[in-house]
């Protein structure tokens, strides 16, 4: 008995005629009719450099899917750029963006009835919004990035985004100089080559078993993109197939997504020191996929996870350095050689993941040539190109040392501990999140004074004006998810540390978060938020905060009874506890509408609706 196509709801019966007009006018021919369909959620936006290669590549995909016999009908939802929203009001919109994607995932498939989705996603919010949605809807879905874009070249040198932003704002580098990386950083299309949040999430969608292999590191020029484009079309018909007609409940997202392949997803983040943002986002797909997986678990993780991987901004390697090592299946073999993930996990291929890295993992005698050439695709480093694909550049050779490459075996670690990791004190009760890859080991074990701002501006401007010197620790708080609201990424004041080379001698304490593209002793995520009564809104200026990694300690170095001292002189305030006094922030009725449901970034930073509580 096979499974009955949700699509049947609008194309099957008298009643139903409309609905079927309605079809044809979409372009659904006869023979199409009680076949499934199956949404292209699409991303495609020239705001963001991330996307604006996607135009085309969903009617491509369409007619593949209809060659199979299917019909496909494709949709876009919205995308942020955070590089361009950032260091502006701009940025309180990023992170609720996350929810208004999967919103909009699950109203237009559920409002159409489709079988199943292929998700083309790429940047910060997409690809877990998409997530978040697959989860809901549990039908066949696989997913299929936009790629990274390549490292900019001048000379030997290579750059980023961050190295643009972290010079711009350095009064020792000429203008000529910041002319220069600002138009080679970001030379093509695609999502920032280092390991930032949008890469991060690509690859640990690998891990999670929601993508192919290639799917977070074959930069978004190269031909071999296209093939993993199609390569997925061809699956996501044989997923629907297996579900529909063979009751195949392996290929369905909640049957994929596991609490194993989740710890998998975050031993590969820690592994490879992937943006803090993943912690977020992980969290609350999980959620969504009503899997039991929370901080305490990401907290375990780190302490015996190595760090085997390091990426701009953390090293001088990018994306393209981690593809040519063997991508993300690389690293997911050598953490499984050490009995350190569950590769019994199924995948979208309908395969487990052990079967996959026999084939994928270039290291091994048994890696499959299709793989080997995979991870030969090259940057061509011929300057602005937003063409998908258009290009066939190939390493001569792969990056197999695992004792001094790109990617190490846990014997040769970059670090025993992890790149990232869990704290927890006295202003964060509830952990915050550290990405210890970034952190030079000198200032693992750190003590400062508090200088403290109610708003990412005001700690910028006390950054770049010489206020903020060696040995503070900048707090900013009421940045969190419902302070915000929105909890802004604090690319801009973490770059400036570096711009007036205080990196090594500050540290930066947040309850809001941080790009991947962030190094340097930076503390997000602190929970509870000061918004929600956290105890970050209780440290005063001058105070002594510690901070040790090893440890995985950070308090604010007064007495319990002084703590509870100011917290009752807050609540006196009435309404006005808990808010920050000294800002003058618009916020948007729609931004009002998310902080109220708002949880603290312990929880995802996902909505609590009143009955949930």
Known sequence: MTIPLRSNTTTQGRKMAGARSLWRANGVKEEQFGKPIIAIVNSFTQFVPGHVHLHEIGQHLKKRIAERGCFAAEFNTIAIDDGIAMGHAGMLYSLPSRELIADSVEYMCNAHTVDAMICISNCDKITPGMLMAAMRLNIPTIFVSGGPMEAGVDGEKRYDLVDAMVMGADREVSDAEVDVVERCACPTCGSCSGMFTANSMNSLNEALGMALPGNGTIVATHANRMNLFERAAERIVDMTDAWYNREDASVLPRNIATR????????????????????????????????????????????????????????????????????????????????????????????????????????????????????????????????????????????????????RDVEHAYSKDGGLAVLYGNIALDGCIVKTAGVDPSIFDFQGTAKVYSSQEAACEAILDGTVKAGDVVIIRYEGPKGGPGMQEMLYPTSYLKSVHLGKECALITDGRFSGGTSGLSIGHVSPEAAAGGAIALVQEGDAVEINIPKRKINVLVSDEELSRRRTEELEKGRDAFSPVDRDRHVSQALKAYAMFAASADKGAVRILPESI
């Open 260 to 407: 194993a392949a989740f710890l998998n997803s975050m031993t590969l983040d820690i592994a490879m020191g992937g943006s803090t943002n993943t912690v977020l986002h992980l969290l609350a797909i999980a959620k969504e996929a009503e899997v039991d997986f929370s901080m305490a678990d990401i907290d375990a993780l780190s302490r015996r996870i190595p760090n085997l991987c390091k990426v701009a901004p953390s090293s001088h390697y990018h994306m393209e350095d981690v593809n040519r090592a063997g991508g993300i299946m690389a690293i997911l073999a050598e953490l499984d050689r050490a009995g350190m993930i569950d590769s019994s996990v199924s995948r979208v291929e309908g395969k487990t993941l052990k079967t996959i890295l026999e084939g994928w993992d270039v290291a091994a005698e048994s890696c499959n040539e299709e793989a080997r050439k995979l991870y030969l695709s090259a940057p061509a480093q011929n300057g602005r190109n937003l063409v998908m694909g258009s290009q066939q550049s190939m390493y001569e050779s792969a990056d197999l040392d695992r004792a001094d490459g790109c990617i």
